[in-house]
Nanobody, 124 residues
Framework: QVQLVESGGGLVQAGGSLRLSCAASGRSFTYQAMGWFRQAPGKERTFVSTINWNGGSTYYADSVKGRFTISRDSAKNTVYLQMNSLKPEDTAVYFC?????????????????WGQGTQVTVSS
């Protein structure tokens, strides 16, 4: 059974940092792009960041560019999201996703495995 399990969420003050992890099990995602998305209460799920299969290409939503960094460790089948300078508007449930392809994508239909999400709350 394929599973993506996010961890590292929590409550942090504005300006603080968190590091999210997404551990995959059940199969290897070495040759798939990985992504992070988030969903705030009452809002649609939106793209945050993506990384291609070998880590050589990354892309970020404008709202997090310069503050968040995505990375992956294929040996551990794990992808990370380092979040710095957090703002209250970053509050959301963060979801990890495994892509269908090797290349980066901002589109949810290009991802076919999803984690259950981890809550990130940033207080002002």
């Amino acid at each position: 059974q394929v599973q993506l399990v996010e961890s590292g969420g929590g409550l942090v003050q504005a300006g603080g940092s968190l590091r999210l992890s997404c551990a995959a099990s059940g199969r290897s995602f070495t040759y798939q792009a990985m992504g992070w998305f988030r969903q705030a209460p009452g809002k649609e799920r939106t793209f945050v960041s993506t990384i291609n299969w070998n880590g050589g290409s990354t892309y970020y939503a404008d709202s997090v560019k310069g503050r968040f960094t995505i990375s992956r460790d294929s040996a551990k089948n794990t992808v990370y999201l380092q979040m710095n300078s957090l703002k209250p508007e970053d509050t959301a449930v963060y979801f990890c996703a495994a892509g269908k392809y090797t290349t980066i994508s901002v589109r949810t239909p290009d991802y076919n495995y999803w984690g259950q999400g981890t809550q990130v709350t940033v207080s002002s």
